[in-house]
């Protein structure tokens, strides 16, 4: 298993890297939460949010009660700003755009979007090709599970290698969380990983997502989230 890869510690938070293939709960194994209590048993750390296990990338715990409590309010008032990568072998149905729509149920552990129902979910994506594949850069507006996999799956793009929703095998499920951005007593942090581990997350990749994507040129589309 792969050392933990730290990218930041603060009094009040850690800023990791979760890699691929992992799971985060303990569910077949020690999972990534567990894996990093046992590697400093001195310090206690309160998950915040989750990646599945075919993702990869920044994950953030707290590191004390009260920056817990307060960090989960963020979150619940989509205070944080998330960016993933991500890779298709399918067109999409459009370019760029907003995938919105209440997440509900569906069979084998699945999820599905619907035009009614609770749960509501919404990302945003930019794209683009490169050597018979599509590269996306998206935008989660919420952090509802599996969203952004059944958001592409609902473009006609499912994920390379995520094989729960229809996506063709690969050497990785090719999702990345790239970024998080936040604000924390006043001071602004910015958090970016390149994946590490991928064929297709390739130099050539790099350039594309330098070239189209990555901010502050690219303007996102306006959307307000319904409370």
């Given at each position: 298993?792969?050392?933990i890869?730290i990218?930041?510690q603060?009094?009040?938070?850690?800023?990791?890297?979760?890699p691929?293939?992992?799971?985060f709960?303990?569910?077949?194994?020690?999972g990534f939460?567990?894996r990093?209590?046992?590697?400093?048993?001195?310090?206690?750390f309160?998950?915040?949010?989750?990646?599945?296990?075919?993702?990869s990338?920044?994950?953030?715990f707290?590191?004390?009660k009260a920056?817990?409590a307060?960090f989960?309010?963020m979150f619940?008032e989509h205070?944080?700003e998330?960016r993933y990568?991500?890779?298709s072998?399918?067109?999409?149905?459009?370019?760029q755009g907003?995938?919105a729509?209440?997440?509900l149920?569906?069979?084998?552990?699945?999820w599905?979007?619907s035009?009614?129902?609770?749960?509501?979910?919404?990302?945003q994506?930019?794209?683009?090709?490169?050597?018979?594949?599509?590269?996306?850069?998206?935008?989660p507006?919420?952090?509802?599970t599996?969203?952004?996999r059944v958001?592409?799956?609902?473009?006609g793009?499912?994920?390379l290698?995520?094989?729960?929703?229809?996506?063709g095998?690969?050497?990785?499920?090719?999702l990345?969380?790239?970024?998080?951005?936040?604000?924390w007593?006043?001071q602004?942090?910015?958090?970016?990983?390149?994946?590490?581990?991928?064929v297709?997350f390739?130099?050539?990749?790099?350039?594309?997502?330098?070239?189209?994507?990555?901010?502050?040129?690219?303007l996102?589309?306006?959307f307000?989230i319904?409370?």
């Amino acid at each position: 298993m792969k050392d933990i890869d730290i990218i930041y510690q603060h009094p009040d938070f850690w800023v990791l890297v979760k890699p691929a293939g992992e799971s985060f709960h303990s569910e077949d194994g020690v999972g990534f939460a567990q894996r990093l209590q046992n590697a400093f048993p001195e310090q206690t750390f309160y998950p915040l949010h989750r990646l599945d296990k075919m993702t990869s990338g920044v994950i953030m715990f707290a590191t004390n009660k009260a920056a817990a409590a307060q960090f989960g309010a963020m979150f619940a008032e989509h205070q944080f700003e998330k960016r993933y990568l991500a890779v298709s072998s399918n067109k999409p149905k459009k370019k760029q755009g907003t995938v919105a729509g209440a997440m509900l149920p569906s069979r084998r552990g699945q999820w599905k979007l619907s035009n009614q129902g609770g749960n509501f979910a919404a990302t945003q994506f930019f794209s683009a090709a490169l050597e018979g594949n599509r590269y996306f850069y998206i935008r989660p507006l919420t952090g509802k599970t599996h969203q952004i996999r059944v958001a592409l799956k609902s473009l006609g793009a499912p994920i390379l290698g995520d094989v729960r929703y229809a996506g063709g095998g690969s050497d990785r499920g090719y999702l990345h969380a790239y970024s998080l951005a936040f604000t924390w007593q006043d001071q602004p942090f910015v958090f970016q990983v390149w994946p590490d581990h991928g064929v297709l997350f390739s130099d050539a990749a790099k350039e594309l997502y330098q070239t189209n994507f990555f901010e502050p040129s690219l303007l996102w589309p306006k959307f307000i989230i319904p409370k």
